[in-house]
């Protein structure tokens, strides 16, 4: 397949395409969405020819995700691409990332419990965490580019209490890797002060260097929550995963999906198009990462230092999360000016906690790219006359 393949999404219930409106107004339905993050790339062909025989099948009862074939091919993937072993026990079913860290978090240390994760953060993350008393550390970004957490206000924030520390790794929506060093040390604070890190791992595939999953350095106060959705393009197919070493915590997980919210029963689609993923589309997503490398290029080359825009290429992930500061641009001007002139529904980074921010999801044809580079330009040219 050719990640340069241009296909229609609109009429399909596409959130991103669909339904522009309920995130950027009333009259904005026929811009070109550069917003959530999925991807308008078709899922690889072993997981469409893998879901077309099961269709054919033509009876969609009552499903299980606890056998070998599921969890083997999470344990592989994670063995190959990540030198990690993960024990099958640990791997427990859930329907959505989102839904594993709400409920662990609820479980766990209840609602009003104390939680710490950073800013800016992927704006799923606020929202699940507005029942709980939260403590935020702020993600700066140091003289080379790179974004550093501050440990010392990690450590106050564990002595003060903290039960959970919520890791987005890679980081949505700043791109960041957590450093093997870094981890450590975290996992070193949170042994010590007897805190559970909670990983949301579901960007771990498009990278352009190392990923280490939490895992891979400590099993005893880990707990993994990822998806095969983001890589594979499949969110619409449900289904997610939870890696958990500790016994008790999986214990109350899975008697809570199944007992409280009776979602225990996987979508069939979910599970199939995770094995055929993990088992079958390595070199997909290798390609894949290469040509989404080249947009990002493309779009540093574009708009980096573009009347005072500033943008570096990711470390991880499909979104760009491009610096309007030094164009003395406001906020509000640039947001009607990217729907009024520039045509494009680019997402503000107040949503994520930088106001100064806009992300761009180009997870798409690098022609689509070029619409939303353009579109930004033009937006910018005309703030700055
Ligand atoms: C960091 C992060 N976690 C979770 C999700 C959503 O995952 P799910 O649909 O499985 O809840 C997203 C989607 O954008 C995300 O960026």
Request: charged share 35%.
């Given at each position: 397949m050719s990640f340069d393949e241009i296909i229609n999404r609109?009429?399909?219930?596409?959130?991103?395409?669909?339904?522009i409106e309920d995130r950027?107004?009333?009259?904005?339905?026929?811009l070109t969405p550069f917003s959530?993050?999925?991807?308008?790339f078709k899922s690889p062909q072993p997981i469409l020819d893998a879901i077309l025989q099961r269709t054919g099948h033509g009876i969609f009862g009552y499903s299980r995700w606890n056998h070998d074939d599921y969890k083997n091919s999470i344990q592989k993937w994670y063995q190959t691409r990540y030198k990690t072993t993960i024990e099958k026990d640990w791997i427990v079913y859930s329907p959505s990332v989102i839904y594993s860290i709400s409920t662990l978090l609820e479980r766990l240390i209840g609602l009003g419990g104390k939680v710490m994760t950073h800013t800016?953060?992927?704006d799923g993350f606020t929202k699940i965490l507005k029942p709980f008393n939260l403590y935020e550390v702020e993600l700066k970004e140091d003289e080379d580019g790179v974004y550093r957490t501050d440990f010392f206000k990690i450590e106050d924030g564990f002595k003060d209490g903290v039960k959970i520390f919520l890791l987005c790794n890679?980081?949505?929506?700043?791109?960041k890797i957590w450093s093997y060093f870094e981890l450590e040390k975290l996992i070193g604070l949170c042994e010590k002060y007897d805190v559970i890190l909670l990983s949301?791992?579901?960007?771990?595939?498009?990278?352009r260097k190392e990923v280490t999953p939490i895992l891979k350095i400590n099993s005893k106060r880990c707990v993994i929550v990822s998806s095969a959705s983001k890589t594979f393009n499949t969110p619409a197919l449900g289904g997610s995963y939870a890696l958990i070493p500790m016994q008790e915590i999986r214990d109350i997980f899975i008697e809570h999906i199944k007992?409280?919210?009776?979602?225990?029963?996987?979508t069939i689609f979910g599970v199939i198009s995770t094995i055929t993923a993990y088992n079958s589309c390595g070199e997909w997503v290798d390609e894949l990462n290469k040509y989404l490398t080249k947009s990002c290029e493309y779009v540093v080359n574009e708009l980096?230092?573009?009347?005072g825009l500033k943008v570096k290429i990711p470390?991880?992930?499909?979104l760009m999360w491009i610096d309007?500061?030094?164009?003395?641009?406001k906020l509000e001007d640039l947001k009607r000016a990217l729907i009024e002139v520039g045509k494009v529904a680019v997402m503000s980074g107040e949503n994520y906690g930088d106001s100064y921010k806009l992300r761009l999801n180009i997870g798409c044809p690098l022609e689509k790219v070029k619409i939303g580079v353009e579109g930004i330009k033009r937006s910018v040219e005309k703030l700055c006359k």
């Open positions: 609109r009429g399909t219930y596409s959130t991103q395409w669909d339904y950027f107004g009333e009259g904005t339905k026929d959530i993050s999925d991807t308008d800016p953060r992927y890679p980081e949505n929506p700043t791109g949301d791992d579901i960007h771990m595939d498009i990278a007992e409280r919210d009776s979602v225990a029963s996987p980096d230092g573009y009347k470390e991880a992930t499909y309007f500061k030094d164009t003395n641009i």
